[in-house]
T-cell receptor, first 112, second 113 residues
Framework: GNSVTQMEGPVTLSEEAFLTINCTYTATGYPSLFWYVQYPGEGLQLLLKATKADDKGSNKGFEATYRKETTSFHLEKGSVQVSDSAVYFCALRSDSSYKLIFGSGTRLLVRP | DGGITQSPKYLFRKEGQNVTLSCEQNLNHDAMYWYRQDPGQGLRLIYYSQIVNDFQKGDIAEGYSVSREKKESFPLTVTSAQKNPTAFYLC????????????FGPGTRLTVL
């Protein structure tokens, strides 16, 4: 079945450091891929998405490229800020369902 | 402003009582979803509905019930049969044509005493 695997946290970085959070997936067909962010006590917000291979999603300095050959959708940011501290979820939606499959989440802590 | 509202934000109930969580959306989305989130874990799907008067069980439906009488509303009842109901509950919605992402509400934190 479909699944998403993302790196375990917490990830602790200093402000202005480079961020990578790894995400790989298993799915048949051509899924759409997403990164969501969750701040403490809140719901999930869509951070970026990609709907086909080689698409790059980007938002607020974050980027992720849909790599079908490696079944990956790694999240990157060149210079993190304290305000980026949150939990990040990778997710996929298969092309035959409206349901989202989530990874277990990665907590990011950015220190000043 | 369009969006998804969930109420209340915090809910306390005694063990053995049923409780209903509200979810309303004004995005004109056809499909709605309920997820459960436990501390330090990902989201697990409880129920979903793709059209009014129809809904399907997700991965952890036991002890929960839903209704979808209106397009805008998808309430979730946590029954006394749910063995460990204390959790953070998230509602989401999506279009079924022309869109792929789900939009989430702010969540309800349920604590059973």
């Amino acid at each position: 079945g479909n699944s998403v695997t993302q790196m375990e946290g917490p990830v602790t970085l200093s402000e202005e450091a480079f961020l990578t959070i790894n995400c790989t997936y298993t799915a048949t067909g051509y899924p759409s891929l997403f990164w969501y962010v969750q701040y403490p006590g809140e719901g999930l917000q869509l951070l970026l998405k990609a709907t086909k291979a080689d698409d790059k999603g980007s938002n607020k300095g974050f980027e992720a490229t849909y790599r079908k050959e490696t079944t990956s959708f790694h999240l990157e940011k060149g210079s993190v800020q304290v305000s980026d501290s949150a939990v990040y979820f990778c997710a996929l939606r298969s092309d035959s369902s409206y349901k989202l499959i989530f990874g277990s989440g990665t907590r990011l802590l950015v220190r000043p | 402003d369009g969006g998804i509202t969930q109420s209340p934000k915090y809910l306390f109930r005694k063990e053995g009582q049923n409780v209903t969580l509200s979810c309303e959306q004004n995005l004109n989305h056809d499909a709605m979803y309920w997820y459960r989130q436990d501390p330090g874990q990902g989201l697990r799907l409880i129920y979903y509905s793709q059209i009014v008067n129809d809904f399907q069980k997700g991965d952890i439906a036991e002890g929960y019930s839903v209704s979808r009488e209106k397009k805008e509303s998808f309430p979730l009842t946590v029954t006394s049969a749910q063995k460990n109901p204390t959790a953070f509950y998230l509602c989401a919605s999506t279009m079924t044509t022309g869109g792929v992402e789900q939009f989430f509400g702010p969540g309800t934190r349920l604590t059973v005493l």
